[in-house]
């Protein structure tokens, strides 16, 4: 997350629009979208900025919104704390009961469960698989898979719990597995608030 000094440094005077992100991983499969979309976020002034949680929107609207340097915005959020982010975004005077289709008219798009989930749901477990394959980490997998609390789940919700199981995988997996998307197959939530800005 970035620090308070980050925020006042002036870093983010130039944006002319920013992604607000729950962590690093949503900002990296964001950019790698952004690349194989073939659009140069850096040139356009636009910055994804991952917060830390969730929880901070708070303090990213206030900086960044009407209240603050008044640049475009986006977001990407997973299900879970869509909650937090509507109420931020009524909060900062973006809106009011804001329901679903009210957020995305805002830009701020909300993945079915998570990232992971959305894009495992898009490329499949096997295509998921190549690239944990790809990353080393297959066998990791194979043993993870054999744990008797998900012997019984679904391939893909082994993927998705295993994704987040160390520290760095999750981060390292998203650009790798935006990477492998066809790119008629990305997640809506994804493509829209790139769109967006």
């Known amino acids: ?17 920013v992604v607000l992100v729950e962590g690093v991983s949503d900002q990296l499969a964001l950019e790698a979208l952004a690349v194989r979309r073939g659009r140069n ?8 900025v ?16 009407p209240q603050g340097l008044d640049v475009r ?3 990407l959020c997973d299900a879970g704390e869509a909650g937090d982010f509507q109420r931020a975004l009524e909060r900062a005077g973006l809106g009011s009961n804001l329901s679903r289709a009210d957020m995305e008219g805002l830009g701020f798009y909300v993945c ?3 990232l992971e989930d959305e894009l495992i749901r ?13 990353q080393g980490d297959l066998e990791s997998f194979r043993t993870f898979q054999k744990q008797p ?7 893909e919700e082994q993927l998705r719990r295993f994704l987040g199981t160390t520290a ?7 650009a790798l597995l935006v990477d492998a998307l066809d790119l008629s197959q990305v997640p809506r939530p994804l493509d829209g608030v790139l769109a967006h800005v």
Do not use: C, H
Not at 1 to 17: E, P, Q, T
Not at 51 to 62: E, V
Not at 122 to 134: F, M, P, T, Y
């Open 50 to 65: 991952p917060m830390g949680g969730a929880t901070n929107i708070g303090t990213f609207l206030n900086r960044f919104g």
């Open 168 to 174: 760095g995988r999750k981060i390292q997996s998203g």
């Open 149 to 155: 609390a998900w012997r019984g789940r679904t391939n």
């Open 112 to 114: 079915v469960a998570d």
């Open 122 to 134: 898009s490329l499949g477990a096997a295509a998921v698989e190549k690239v944990i394959d790809a």
């Open 73 to 75: 915005l986006a977001g």
């Open 1 to 17: 997350m970035l620090a308070k000094a980050d925020l006042d440094s002036g870093l983010f005077v130039r944006a002319r629009a």
């Open 41 to 48: 976020l850096a040139a356009e002034r636009v910055s994804v």
